[in-house]
């Protein structure tokens, strides 16, 4: 497309450009997308925020915005095919909070930016959910057996 009009279509209005779409995946839970707004993480688990948008225009970045109750950070990559992908190599509570994706692009001297939705990131401790799923069972198992001995009755001889 030529890029003088690129700037013109784009010049005429800031929504010409698509919101972005922003979601996460992580081994225990998949892909989880925005339209959910909140995604839980397993602590010092691996997990990825992808930003993509549908085809418009070349070229481009993205912006991951992380915002918490006590810090604020932004990392940007270039749209590569249209998405860019941040990963987390290790959730810990640090991470917890709200993250968008902004796309921005530049055509000559005009900047142009569109924003996804937010994405609450809860991150999990995997301890209680290993109690849970042992635990539970083995008492369920334990007070099985306990009544069974119980209803048998003593040996008859």
């Not at 497309?1 to 225990?28: A, G, K």
């Not at 691996?46 to 810090?71: A, E, N, V």
């Not at 909070?97 to 609450?120: A, K, P």
Request: net charge neutral; with cysteine.
């Amino acid at each position: 497309m030529d890029h003088l009009l690129m700037l013109v279509l784009l010049s005429w209005s800031s929504d010409l450009l698509l919101q972005p779409i922003i979601t996460v995946s992580s081994s225990m839970y998949g892909v989880s997308e925005a339209q959910q707004q909140r995604a839980p993480v397993l602590r010092r688990s691996t997990f990825t925020i992808s930003c993509s948008i549908q085809p418009q225009y070349p070229g481009g970045s993205f912006q991951l915005t992380f915002t918490s109750s006590s810090s604020a950070h932004n990392y940007t990559q270039p749209a590569v095919n249209h998405s860019a992908h941040f990963l987390f190599p290790a959730a810990e509570p640090a991470h917890q909070g709200s993250y968008s994706c902004v796309y921005h692009l530049h055509v000559f001297n005009h900047s142009f930016s569109s924003e996804s939705r937010l994405l609450s990131i809860t991150v999990l401790d995997p301890r209680p959910l290993i109690i849970r799923a042992i635990v539970l069972p083995l008492a369920l198992l334990l007070l099985n057996v306990g009544l069974y001995v119980y209803c048998k009755g003593p040996p008859q001889i």
